[in-house]
């Protein structure tokens, strides 16, 4: 396969591909690189007597590579073995003829007939070729090699989509799409890829928020013929769909940045903001930690539970970081949800042991309390006062705590109790 030269691919694409014909030079130079790549990485296997040729093995890594053209990844690994049969194969398991399947055992069965007649006409919303390649690329995010992008947008692409699709189930008789999209999800997601390609202006028009998002999750948009299917970059006069197009797909976008940007921050604000917060309560470090790990396999299952419901993705590297750092805010966001629910209180009055006192400045020392009863002594934050003192003539501590909905207890206040019986409020700013 090494032997084939530029001038034989870009001779057999163009002769059936209409996407390749509006790249540039420069995008088809990057598309033939793309197909000479995935031809090394397939086998190509002919069934009843059908010959492989070079042809054949250049048409369906072309097909490929124009579903996945706007992605980085995008050799589809996880499917290795390309099985083609001269017309329709009959599948002993099913009992049933078909025309292409794709399996998940890395396998993908082709008919040529079908194939080659998906691109002979171009705009009849049917080509098998990406219709089996689009489950192929769907089913890559299970393998180990996988375009994150794609892996990432998948879940909102099919949110999105999932109205149209129940709509479908509900009206199977008057759609945009052919009723075989109302199968399942997966067969939803191919038929679009079909109909993606093949008209993208009636599909922008008759379901745009669907053609939106898979623009978004296939990197490229089939409209921007005059910039290689870029998907955020127009040249000259566009017409009205491509501009708001555009338009949409910065919101989009920008949305997506967004998140991950919030995550980031909440990541900080958790961290910083707990532990004055928990300052105020009775509750140490280590029981923080502890509800941080709570939140984290909380939003696991939640996540898990999302994928299988809705999905075939599984949960990825990116999505464990991403709990992670959201399991600080998470936990803040309880502590935060106990304190403002008040609900019973308690008074408790702990008698002195010893004194810990640091100058701090001219003025403010900072005085830590050891309490014969040592119910308290894990939470050093209830036992640290800020004074202004010479002397510390102090006796006992009593506490009012008031318990959360999360059954917390929060600190309103703290009485500092002389030896000679008399009583000092402490608030914070002393």
Not at 156 to 167: I, M, P, T, V
């Amino acid at each position: 396969m090494n032997t084939l030269d530029f001038s034989f691919l870009d001779k057999t694409i163009s002769g059936q591909i209409r996407y390749y014909t509006h790249l540039s030079d420069e995008g088809k130079q990057r598309f033939c690189n793309r197909v000479k790549t995935f031809m090394q990485q397939k086998e190509f296997e002919g069934m009843e007597d059908f010959e492989v040729t070079d042809e054949v093995r250049i048409l369906i890594s072309a097909a490929a590579v124009q579903l996945t053209f706007g992605l980085h990844d995008y050799s589809l690994e996880g499917h290795h073995l390309i099985r083609i049969f001269p017309t329709t194969f009959y599948n002993t398991r099913t009992g049933a003829e078909y025309k292409g399947l794709t399996l998940q055992q890395r396998l993908t069965v082709l008919s040529w007939e079908d194939f080659e007649q998906g691109y002979l006409i171009d705009d009849d919303n049917f080509n098998l070729g990406l219709h089996e390649l689009a489950h192929v690329l769907r089913l890559s995010v299970n393998t180990d090699d996988f375009d994150r992008h794609f892996a990432r947008y998948l879940d909102d692409w099919d949110e999105a989509s999932n109205a149209e699709f129940e709509r479908m189930q509900n009206h199977p008789d008057v759609n945009f799409l052919r009723s075989y999209a109302a199968t399942d999800m997966s067969e939803f997601f191919s038929v679009c890829a079909e109909y993606f390609f093949e008209v993208p202006e009636k599909f922008s028009m008759q379901l745009p928020e669907i053609y939106n998002h898979l623009c978004m999750l296939l990197n490229q948009n089939p409209l921007n013929i005059r910039n290689d299917y870029r998907l955020n970059e127009f040249d000259g006069e566009s017409d009205q769909n491509a501009n708001e197009l555009k338009e949409t797909f910065f919101l989009f976008r920008e949305w997506s940045h967004h998140v991950d940007t919030f995550i980031a921050i909440s990541f900080f604000v958790g961290l910083l903001c707990i532990w004055p917060l928990i300052s105020r309560m009775k509750i140490n470090f280590g029981t923080f930690c502890t509800i941080g790990v709570y939140a984290f396999f909380a939003m696991l299952v939640v996540t898990k539970l999302y994928r299988i419901a809705f999905t075939i993705r599984k949960i990825d590297s990116i999505d464990i970081m991403r709990m992670v750092l959201l399991s600080p805010f998470i936990s803040l966001l309880i502590f935060v949800i106990n304190y403002l629910t008040p609900g019973e209180k308690k008074y408790d009055s702990y008698s002195i042991m010893y004194i810990n006192v640091r100058e701090i400045d001219s003025v403010t020392d900072e005085a830590i309390t050891f309490f014969k009863n040592d119910e308290l002594n894990d939470f050093i934050k209830l036992r640290t006062f800020k004074t202004n003192f010479n002397t510390y003539q102090w006796d006992k501590v009593s506490y009012e705590f008031e318990t959360g909905i999360f059954n917390y207890q929060n600190l309103i206040s703290r009485t500092i109790v002389n030896k000679d019986k008399t009583q000092i409020p402490y608030y914070n700013e002393h």
